[in-house]
């Protein structure tokens, strides 16, 4: 949307609020932005809001009721011989703004003379006693007092709180116009930390941003402070020293809407321990209120929970306490260390104590200075609240502390290493090691040699090597699904037989509910569909390109390849959201866990794409959507971004819990403990953030927080799970003969077969519990708290899940209750938690550990994969045996062959081969059906 529209669209938002016949005033005021954030030249005022301009003196009249058009809006401008800059004639202001009627300024009296008398109510931003945050008060006054005095019998309105209100409430327009700043901010911000080092100044690192927008129209402003001089002196900044803390505030505004971000960086690349704690105490108070701010919540409430977790966080620091605190107060050391954590945006800052709306923006910048100890950090950036939470618009800008300093290592490569030049008109914001030198005068910078650039840009970019292998072990995998014989069940449920036609003609299980019916699979319709549907119809669009024999398996090979690239996607998504999603991350997170899809090797014991079909279909992709069921979540709760959950998830997510409620008894029991977990996640976390006194008032409190939306979504996939469980105690197949305690006893039987039988899953559980250890004794960041909570939750939950397998009922297939299939929960859950707390390792372990960490990680994914070798002709008697059968000219043909038919072993008895020979004639293997035996 242009600026021209924009501005538009804002004059009909506020003319949609006015009372009939009215006439509202705007002139321009000074918006200056709030502490602790970059002084922004033109950041936008009221007047540029409803009009697109930056003059100084201008004035707005709006009268939409008036019968002229052309007297509906009227522009007033200063005239040319008054201004400063370069003048702005009438049609100039005409072209910019969209308005048609322009006037200069000294004629607004004679104007509004001829339009007075037709209006009733009068809305003026000066008169009222509230100018609005920064307003030019006099014109405004001036104004407001010529108008009571000749027209004393008008009904008087306030402009500014109603402005102050729409402004607040961002449209899409506008919030596209912030996300385009925020990106333009992201970009200049990784750009700043290419450049910091030792011996540059403030003026090299500005240049850097120069060159980074130099063909934009941005407006933008950075301040620089080292972290060892106190951030509340207005001063400018002392040169600062080798280790110390670099405090970098940007500002970048399109079209005059504004993003701060901030970051505390090391100057020499590494944070030393005590700056790494009290960055960490920053980043979770940042986290804390970016979590807590929502729309609803006023400015006070969301600054009152922030001063609450500086003020925990000051504690842990060990700068007071308890006795101390409760001595002296929370507001000494809040003025002590700190300054105030939350900034409204210009119009949200007349808030006060009142909700904001969805839209609002707020600068979430908490910092803690310790003066005595020449530390200070602070972090900022922009949030849109919502009705859910809030967005955060610098998401993209890395905030971890081992994010950034991976990134200066990074990028110092690809930065000459110069030392700077004489600047007296700047000092250096940080100094070089002393050396010694041969002359007084500073050597002149020297230009990288190309190839060492060329070297640093190919080497940031050698992570898509890592594209090779995978992709390599992906065309393996195909290869082998290619060659697995058909499974046993998959005839009956593809034909399909007479019960199982039931399953497919009552998709809801209406007839187990209200008829009390039993049969097949009450609560799978979505699966038996799937794959009847699947191959009823892939293998004969196949047959345009492969003879009907093969299509058969390429139609099965395809459709378990596609199920494990999603789930191996899917995965390496979460465990890459988990740090700040990017392809390095994420082929990272893919390599790593690949080797862990076994379909030869160890798949009987950890198998996650099934060697069946059918049983590929009934669970690997029922848990692959369920993974796209919790995405939203994740990204909203667990992630550095906090992601706001957007309005398409909340159409779809509710269909989705349908068809995963309606996938068979293993989906909706999973789904029901991760949806009842998040909901406890989310009341113990808005219980620990109330002070409310009280156990109770406290514990409603923390539910009527909760998000109502995602309250709804996760109570509606529970409602759903337990009608799919009820329904599902109708089905035929369950066995009732072995008791709850012998199913119990098989269980624990079972567990000691699956960890003792093979290797493979006990290694694994080995690998993620030594992965967790080393990060619980070494790292305490804000990251590895989040692995280690993860791994906690999904530990216990795994637990859980397995003690309530038996209840599910028994099934002779699976004689000892787990099976690769029963615990696939639990493998996805420690692959995901492998894979976090291997690329945490990869990326904070010492230099001296690091190596052998490799090695090790080498060494397991090595014995993964080596293990995976299937035979490539498994296939091919089955193959064979269907040839022989179809060019036959027998009516019962008989098979030297010692191997199965789509069936679950060798068929002795012609008359079994009924649905066989059924399926073989609809695929067109054969012109019509032939029994056989072995």
């Given at each position: 949307?242009?600026?021209?529209?924009?501005?538009?669209?804002?004059?009909?938002?506020?003319?949609?609020?006015?009372?009939?016949?009215?006439?509202?005033?705007?002139?321009?005021?000074?918006?200056?932005?709030?502490?602790?954030?970059?002084?922004?030249?033109?950041?936008?005022?009221?007047?540029?809001?409803?009009?697109?301009?930056?003059?100084?003196?201008?004035?707005?009249?709006?009268?939409?009721?008036?019968?002229?058009?052309?007297?509906?809006?009227?522009?007033?401008?200063?005239?040319?011989?008054?201004?400063?800059?370069?003048?702005?004639?009438?049609?100039?202001?005409?072209?910019?703004?969209?308005?048609?009627?322009?006037?200069?300024?000294?004629?607004?009296?004679?104007?509004?003379?001829?339009?007075?008398?037709?209006?009733?109510?009068?809305?003026?931003?000066?008169?009222?006693?509230?100018?609005?945050?920064?307003?030019?008060?006099?014109?405004?006054?001036?104004?407001?007092?010529?108008?009571?005095?000749?027209?004393?019998?008008?009904?008087?309105?306030?402009?500014?709180?109603?402005?102050?209100?729409?402004?607040?409430?961002?449209?899409?327009?506008?919030?596209?116009?912030?996300?385009?700043?925020?990106?333009?901010?992201?970009?200049?911000?990784?750009?700043?930390?290419?450049?910091?080092?030792?011996?540059?100044?403030?003026?090299?690192?500005?240049?850097?941003?120069?060159?980074?927008?130099?063909?934009?129209?941005?407006?933008?402003?950075?301040?620089?402070?080292?972290?060892?001089?106190?951030?509340?002196?207005?001063?400018?900044?002392?040169?600062?020293?080798?280790?110390?803390?670099?405090?970098?505030?940007?500002?970048?505004?399109?079209?005059?809407?504004?993003?701060?971000?901030?970051?505390?960086?090391?100057?020499?690349?590494?944070?030393?321990?005590?700056?790494?704690?009290?960055?960490?105490?920053?980043?979770?108070?940042?986290?804390?209120?970016?979590?807590?701010?929502?729309?609803?919540?006023?400015?006070?409430?969301?600054?009152?929970?922030?001063?609450?977790?500086?003020?925990?966080?000051?504690?842990?620091?060990?700068?007071?306490?308890?006795?101390?605190?409760?001595?002296?107060?929370?507001?000494?050391?809040?003025?002590?260390?700190?300054?105030?954590?939350?900034?409204?945006?210009?119009?949200?800052?007349?808030?006060?104590?009142?909700?904001?709306?969805?839209?609002?923006?707020?600068?979430?910048?908490?910092?803690?200075?310790?003066?005595?100890?020449?530390?200070?950090?602070?972090?900022?950036?922009?949030?849109?609240?919502?009705?859910?939470?809030?967005?955060?618009?610098?998401?993209?800008?890395?905030?971890?502390?081992?994010?950034?300093?991976?990134?200066?290592?990074?990028?110092?490569?690809?930065?000459?290493?110069?030392?700077?030049?004489?600047?007296?008109?700047?000092?250096?914001?940080?100094?070089?090691?002393?050396?010694?030198?041969?002359?007084?005068?500073?050597?002149?910078?020297?230009?990288?040699?190309?190839?060492?650039?060329?070297?640093?840009?190919?080497?940031?970019?050698?992570?898509?090597?890592?594209?090779?292998?995978?992709?390599?072990?992906?065309?393996?995998?195909?290869?082998?699904?290619?060659?697995?014989?058909?499974?046993?069940?998959?005839?009956?449920?593809?034909?399909?037989?007479?019960?199982?036609?039931?399953?497919?003609?009552?998709?809801?299980?209406?007839?187990?509910?209200?008829?009390?019916?039993?049969?097949?699979?009450?609560?799978?319709?979505?699966?038996?569909?799937?794959?009847?549907l699947y191959m009823h119809n892939v293998p004969l669009a196949l047959q345009a390109f492969v003879d009907p024999i093969y299509s058969t398996y390429m139609a099965s090979a395809i459709a378990k390849i596609i199920i494990q690239i999603a789930l191996l996607s899917l995965l390496a998504y979460y465990i890459s959201e988990q740090f700040a999603f990017n392809p390095k991350?994420?082929?990272?997170?893919?390599?790593?866990?690949?080797?862990?899809?076994?379909?030869?090797?160890?798949?009987?014991?950890?198998?996650?794409?099934?060697?069946?079909?059918?049983?590929?279909?009934?669970?690997?992709?029922?848990?692959?959507?369920?993974?796209?069921?919790?995405?939203?979540?994740?990204?909203?709760?667990?992630?550095?971004?906090?992601?706001?959950?957007?309005?398409?998830?909340?159409?779809?997510?509710?269909?989705?819990?349908?068809?995963?409620?309606?996938?068979?008894?293993?989906?909706?029991?999973?789904?029901?403990?991760?949806?009842?977990?998040?909901?406890?996640?989310?009341?113990?976390?808005?219980?620990?953030?109330?002070?409310?006194?009280?156990?109770?008032?406290?514990?409603?409190?923390?539910?009527?927080?909760?998000?109502?939306?995602?309250?709804?979504?996760?109570?509606?996939?529970?409602?759903?799970?337990?009608?799919?469980?009820?329904?599902?105690?109708?089905?035929?197949?369950?066995?009732?003969?072995?008791?709850?305690?012998?199913?119990?006893?098989?269980?624990?039987?079972?567990?000691?077969?699956?960890?003792?039988?093979?290797?493979?899953?006990?290694?694994?559980?080995?690998?993620?519990?030594?992965?967790?250890?080393?990060?619980?004794?070494?790292?305490?960041?804000?990251?590895?708290?989040?692995?280690?909570?993860?791994?906690?939750?999904?530990?216990?939950?795994?637990?859980?899940?397995?003690?309530?397998?038996?209840?599910?009922?028994?099934?002779?297939?699976?004689?000892?209750?787990?099976?690769?299939?029963?615990?696939?929960?639990?493998?996805?859950?420690?692959?995901?938690?492998?894979?976090?707390?291997?690329?945490?390792?990869?990326?904070?372990?010492?230099?001296?550990?690091?190596?052998?960490?490799?090695?090790?990680?080498?060494?397991?994914?090595?014995?993964?994969?080596?293990?995976?070798?299937?035979?490539?002709?498994?296939?091919?008697?089955?193959?064979?045996?269907?040839?022989?059968?179809?060019?036959?000219?027998?009516?019962?043909?008989?098979?030297?062959?010692?191997?199965?038919?789509?069936?679950?072993?060798?068929?002795?008895?012609?008359?079994?081969?009924?649905?066989?020979?059924?399926?073989?004639?609809?695929?067109?293997?054969?012109?019509?059906?032939?029994?056989?035996?072995?």
């Open positions: 949307m242009s600026l021209i529209d924009l501005v538009a669209q804002n004059r009909q938002r506020l003319t949609a609020q006015l009372l009939p016949d009215s006439i509202a005033v705007c002139f321009a005021d000074n918006t200056l932005p709030g502490p602790g954030t970059p002084a922004l030249p033109g950041q936008p005022d009221a007047l540029y809001w409803l009009t697109g301009l930056t003059q100084p003196s201008a004035c707005l009249l709006l009268f939409p009721q008036h019968p002229e058009p052309r007297q509906r809006e009227i522009l007033f401008i200063e005239r040319a011989a008054a201004w400063r800059t370069a003048p702005l004639s009438a049609a100039d202001a005409a072209a910019r703004s969209g308005i048609g009627t322009v006037h200069w300024l000294d004629e607004l009296e004679n104007v509004f003379a001829g339009l007075a008398p037709a209006a009733q109510h009068l809305y003026l931003s000066g008169g009222e006693g509230f100018g609005g945050a920064g307003a030019s008060l006099p014109a405004a006054e001036q104004f407001a007092r010529w108008c009571r005095w000749q027209y004393p019998r008008h009904d008087y309105q306030p402009l500014a709180p109603l402005l102050n209100t729409l402004r607040a409430a961002k449209t899409s327009a506008e919030l596209e116009q912030l996300r385009r700043a925020a990106q333009f901010a992201t970009a200049g911000f990784h750009r700043l930390l290419g450049a910091v080092q030792p011996g540059l100044t403030a003026r090299q690192l500005e240049a850097e941003l120069a060159h980074e927008y130099a063909r934009t129209s941005l407006a933008w402003t950075l301040s620089l402070q080292p972290a060892a001089a106190d951030a509340r002196r207005a001063a400018p900044p002392q040169a600062g020293r080798a280790g110390d803390l670099l405090q970098v505030h940007l500002a970048v505004a399109d079209e005059l809407y504004p993003v701060f971000v901030t970051r505390t960086v090391p100057v020499d690349g590494q944070y030393s321990p005590r700056q790494r704690a009290v960055y960490d105490a920053v980043l979770r108070v940042s986290r804390g209120v970016g979590s807590y701010a929502r729309a609803g919540l006023s400015p006070h409430d969301i600054q009152q929970h922030g001063d609450a977790l500086l003020l925990s966080e000051l504690q842990g620091l060990g700068l007071f306490t308890p006795e101390e605190l409760q001595r002296y107060g929370p507001a000494y050391y809040l003025q002590q260390y700190t300054r105030p954590a939350v900034e409204p945006d210009g119009s949200a800052q007349a808030f006060g104590r009142e909700p904001l709306p969805a839209g609002a923006t707020l600068t979430v910048a908490p910092s803690i200075h310790l003066a005595a100890e020449g530390l200070s950090a602070c972090i900022g950036n922009t949030l849109v609240l919502t009705a859910n939470g809030a967005e955060e618009l610098t998401a993209g800008v890395p905030v971890e502390a081992d994010e950034i300093e991976a990134l200066l290592e990074q990028e110092s490569a690809a930065v000459p290493r110069a030392a700077a030049e004489s600047a007296p008109a700047i000092a250096p914001l940080v100094r070089a090691p002393r050396t010694a030198r041969s002359a007084p005068a500073a050597p002149a910078p020297t230009a990288a040699p190309a190839s060492n650039t060329l070297r640093s840009k190919l080497w940031r970019h050698a992570y898509w090597l890592l594209l090779l292998p995978l992709l390599l072990d992906l065309g393996y995998s195909y290869v082998q699904h290619l060659n697995v014989p058909h499974d046993g069940d998959m005839v009956a449920l593809v034909l399909p037989r007479i019960w199982i036609q039931q399953v497919l003609d009552e998709p809801f299980g209406l007839r187990a509910l209200l008829k009390g019916e039993s049969y097949v699979g009450p609560n799978r319709y979505f699966a038996h569909e799937t794959l009847y991350y994420f082929l990272l997170a893919a390599i790593l866990i690949t080797p862990l899809f076994q379909t030869a090797g160890y798949h009987d014991q950890m198998g996650i794409i099934d060697r069946a079909l059918t049983y590929t279909i009934f669970y690997a992709l029922p848990l692959t959507l369920l993974l796209v069921y919790f995405i939203p979540f994740y990204r909203n709760l667990f992630t550095p971004a906090a992601t706001p959950i957007s309005r398409a998830w909340h159409i779809v997510l509710p269909v989705l819990a349908v068809v995963l409620a309606l996938n068979g008894p293993l989906t909706p029991a999973v789904a029901g403990m991760m949806c009842g977990s998040l909901l406890l996640y989310l009341w113990w976390r808005n219980f620990q953030a109330q002070s409310l006194p009280g156990f109770v008032p406290r514990a409603v409190q923390a539910v009527k927080l909760i998000p109502r939306a995602v309250l709804w979504q996760l109570g509606w996939f529970i409602l759903c799970g337990m009608y799919s469980l009820y329904i599902g105690t109708y089905n035929i197949e369950n066995i009732a003969t072995v008791t709850l305690g012998e199913r119990y006893s098989k269980l624990y039987e079972g567990m000691w077969i699956e960890l003792g039988r093979q290797p493979a899953f006990p290694l694994l559980v080995l690998a993620v519990l030594i992965n967790t250890r080393i990060i619980r004794r070494n790292f305490n960041t804000v990251t590895s708290a989040r692995i280690l909570t993860a791994a906690r939750w999904l530990l216990i939950l795994s637990a859980i899940y397995i003690l309530l397998l038996p209840l599910g009922g028994y099934r002779s297939a699976r004689p000892y209750i787990v099976r690769r299939d029963s615990v696939m929960p639990v493998t996805l859950a420690l692959v995901y938690l492998f894979g976090t707390s291997s690329i945490y390792l990869l990326y904070h372990l010492k230099r001296l550990y690091k190596p052998v960490y490799i090695t090790a990680l080498i060494g397991l994914m090595a014995f993964y994969s080596t293990s995976d070798i299937s035979n490539l002709k498994e296939n091919n008697c089955e193959v064979d045996s269907m040839r022989i059968i179809a060019n036959s000219p027998e009516k019962i043909v008989h098979l030297e062959q010692d191997c199965s038919i789509m069936n679950w072993g060798t068929i002795t008895d012609y008359k079994n081969s009924e649905e066989q020979s059924k399926m073989m004639k609809y695929w067109r293997i054969m012109k019509e059906e032939k029994l056989f035996y072995h």
